[in-house]
């Protein structure tokens, strides 16, 4: 049962930046958020996660509100191989919580 | 770019064949995972191997049999599958550290099965 709630699509111009939002309103303290994407016909791929401070790395930038209970993934310059189906998922590390995949925001990089 | 692999990437099986998926992971990983994923649905978790010993079994059929001989190896069985287990299944490994067992997980390019 995810535990997140995230658009179903999502359309973003190539070149620009593209945000995709993630409701967590039920998200605990010790819970981190994940982001992971898939591209059609291939396995998921970890992008970035984060707990309350934003992260960035080569791939993406992760923004967490102050309240934790939504958040931000940002593909600073979208390009066509950023079209995907990306999951936002809240677990907690450090621990055997599962991770458990929603249905995600399918994005459309637009040429 | 990936360092999980799985063979084959396609497979097409009857119903009463036996067969089996392969996956190998190169990352120094300690545990590794099964997913199936059909069509328009999200993914389910299979199994789970930590350190080459099954930590989860997601009530899966007994028609899907899992090995892991060690922890860089992880195997799916397969016999009398039905139709409906037609599916892209997918495999995956995390390193796996104590009271870390699902951080970060690196999935393989999956197999596409098709049971006729």
């Known amino acids: 049962d995810a535990k997140t709630t995230q658009p179903t699509s999502m359309d973003c111009a190539e070149g620009r930046a593209a945000n995709l939002p993630c409701n967590h309103s039920t998200i605990s303290g010790n819970e981190y958020v994940y982001w992971y994407r898939q591209i059609h016909s291939q396995g998921p791929q970890y992008i970035i996660h984060g707990l309350k401070n934003n992260e960035t790395n080569e791939m993406a930038s992760l923004i967490i509100t102050e309240d934790r209970k939504s958040s931000t993934l940002i593909l600073p310059h979208a390009t066509l191989r950023d079209t995907a189906v990306y999951y936002c998922i809240v677990r907690v590390r450090w621990r055997d919580d599962k991770i458990i995949f929603g249905k995600g925001t399918r994005l459309h990089i637009l040429p | 770019e990936t360092g999980v692999t799985q063979t084959p990437r396609h497979l097409v099986m009857g119903m009463t064949n036996k067969k089996s998926l392969k996956c190998e992971q190169h990352l120094g990983h300690n545990a590794m995972y099964w997913y199936k994923q059909s069509a328009k649905k999200p993914l389910e978790l299979m199994f789970v191997?930590?350190?080459?010993?099954?930590?989860e079994n997601n009530s899966v059929p007994s028609r899907f049999s899992p090995e892991c001989p060690n922890s860089s190896h992880l195997f799916l069985h397969l016999h009398t599958l039905q139709p409906e287990d037609s599916a892209l299944y997918l495999c995956?490994?995390?390193?796996?550290?104590?009271?870390?067992?699902?951080?970060?997980?690196?999935f393989g390019p999956g197999t596409r099965l098709t049971v006729t």
């Open positions: 191997y930590s350190l080459e010993e099954r930590v």
């Open positions: 995956a490994s995390s390193q796996g550290l104590a009271g870390n067992l699902w951080d970060e997980q690196y």
